[in-house]
């Protein structure tokens, strides 16, 4: 009903989050209402609420949301032109897909993130409510409770960049970086049909979901002569395809141009904070493919968030698993502080409205 409010998290300054109400979203006839049931703290959540930087040059205070993005829920209403779903599904929202026009040629290339003429419906973020279209909902399986549908937007990246690389089994492939991208990465690359995957980890506890995730080999990243660990765990012959999923300001990107075999593929999923060097002849005297792939989409015949939660339903790469805490929205500001300190056993929170 028009007046009705909810709460929305706000980051007002640098380690901040102030609980706020706004308006409640309303339904129309082409959108839906999801309550949300889950929103996972991603690295560029932390990014903002550490106090942002030249990197993205998007934060501005106060910043309703916190730019929350990885989202699960319930439909709670439905406008009488939807068709894709109906009042009670529960769903994983791609909101790059539920935001796009539907008409440009991104759109029709199934690249969403890039197209020109997003529309915003309601407040998104640390939400309770969130208005969408109808596009990008993605049904939950059964096996898989509600609020880990969250984890399903970080776990599609990785799972759309490797799909972009081109696998085509056999393929011997090194993924720098264990948290969730970088599990979900070595996962995906199984899937697909790697031959052989290493993994280099921080963490004991990404050390110790890597084996689940697929990998064959764990390197610790910390290790002083980790590129000569991860080329011996990989058969000495270099890797097919690098997965840079650190950025921040690791030296990931040197490393990858290290490990790769002269013909292969890096694939970037991280974001730096600082501007990265490139050592442009090792590349090019290496002939290398790089890609930078920010998020999902639909290749071919299916969508990068479907595949992803056929995956997860099936264990194939069990992102699900990596649901390390899960807390009240009344408890966001504690939230981020786990998640922002891995010592403390964060892998992904889920905020939980």
């Given at each position: 009903?028009?007046g009705?409010?909810?709460?929305?998290?706000?980051?007002v300054?640098?380690?901040?989050i102030?609980?706020?109400?706004?308006p409640r979203?309303?339904?129309?006839?082409?959108?839906?209402?999801?309550?949300?049931?889950?929103?996972?703290?991603?690295?560029?959540?932390?990014h903002?609420?550490?106090?942002?930087?030249?990197?993205?040059?998007?934060?501005?205070?106060?910043?309703?949301?916190?730019?929350?993005?990885?989202?699960?829920?319930?439909?709670?209403?439905?406008?009488?032109?939807?068709?894709?779903?109906?009042?009670?599904?529960?769903?994983a929202?791609?909101?790059?897909?539920s935001?796009?026009?539907?008409?440009?040629?991104?759109?029709?290339?199934?690249?969403?993130?890039?197209?020109?003429?997003?529309?915003?419906?309601s407040?998104?973020?640390?939400?309770?409510?969130?208005?969408?279209?109808e596009?990008?909902?993605?049904?939950?399986?059964?096996?898989?409770?509600?609020?880990?549908?969250?984890?399903?937007?970080?776990?599609?990246?990785?799972?759309?960049?490797?799909r972009?690389?081109?696998?085509?089994?056999?393929?011997?492939?090194?993924?720098?970086?264990?948290?969730?991208?970088g599990?979900?990465?070595?996962?995906a690359?199984?899937?697909?049909?790697?031959?052989?995957?290493?993994?280099?980890?921080?963490?004991?506890?990404?050390?110790?979901?890597?084996?689940?995730?697929?990998?064959?080999?764990?390197?610790?990243?910390?290790?002083?002569?980790?590129?000569?660990l991860?080329?011996?765990a990989?058969?000495?012959?270099?890797?097919?395809?690098?997965?840079?999923?650190?950025?921040?300001?690791a030296?990931?990107?040197?490393?990858?141009?290290?490990?790769?075999r002269?013909?292969?593929?890096?694939?970037?999923?991280?974001?730096?904070?600082?501007?990265?060097?490139?050592?442009?002849?090792?590349?090019?005297?290496?002939?290398v493919?790089v890609?930078?792939?920010?998020?999902?989409?639909?290749?071919?015949?299916?969508?990068?968030?479907?595949?992803?939660?056929?995956?997860?339903?099936a264990r194939?790469?069990?992102?699900q698993?990596?649901v390390?805490?899960?807390?009240p929205?009344e408890?966001?500001?504690?939230?981020?502080?786990?998640?922002?300190?891995k010592?403390r056993?964060?892998?992904?929170?889920?905020?939980?409205?």
């Amino acid at each position: 009903m028009p007046g009705e409010t909810m709460r929305c998290a706000t980051l007002v300054a640098p380690r901040q989050i102030e609980i706020e109400r706004v308006p409640r979203p309303q339904v129309d006839d082409s959108t839906v209402v999801v309550r949300l049931d889950g929103v996972g703290i991603c690295g560029t959540n932390l990014h903002f609420w550490r106090g942002g930087g030249p990197a993205t040059g998007r934060l501005r205070f106060p910043m309703p949301g916190v730019g929350a993005h990885e989202f699960a829920g319930t439909v709670v209403e439905a406008g009488k032109n939807v068709r894709r779903v109906r009042v009670g599904d529960r769903v994983a929202v791609d909101q790059f897909e539920s935001t796009s026009c539907g008409a440009c040629e991104y759109c029709a290339s199934g690249t969403f993130f890039i197209c020109p003429n997003r529309t915003v419906y309601s407040p998104p973020g640390f939400v309770d409510y969130l208005k969408c279209s109808e596009k990008g909902l993605y049904p939950i399986p059964e096996s898989l409770p509600t609020h880990v549908g969250a984890v399903v937007e970080p776990a599609a990246c990785s799972v759309s960049g490797l799909r972009r690389a081109g696998l085509l089994g056999g393929e011997h492939v090194a993924v720098l970086g264990a948290g969730v991208l970088g599990l979900a990465a070595a996962g995906a690359a199984k899937v697909l049909g790697a031959g052989r995957v290493a993994i280099t980890a921080k963490y004991d506890q990404q050390a110790e979901f890597a084996r689940s995730f697929g990998a064959d080999a764990v390197v610790p990243s910390g290790e002083e002569n980790v590129v000569g660990l991860v080329n011996d765990a990989l058969g000495g012959r270099g890797a097919d395809v690098v997965v840079e999923s650190v950025g921040g300001r690791a030296p990931t990107f040197e490393q990858a141009l290290d490990i790769v075999r002269p013909g292969g593929r890096i694939i970037v999923l991280g974001l730096w904070d600082v501007p990265v060097a490139l050592d442009s002849w090792k590349a090019i005297l290496k002939d290398v493919n790089v890609f930078f792939s920010a998020t999902y989409g639909i290749k071919g015949k299916k969508a990068d968030y479907e595949l992803t939660l056929e995956w997860m339903a099936a264990r194939k790469v069990p992102a699900q698993d990596l649901v390390s805490h899960v807390m009240p929205l009344e408890e966001i500001s504690e939230a981020f502080r786990i998640a922002d300190d891995k010592s403390r056993g964060a892998i992904k929170v889920i905020v939980t409205p």
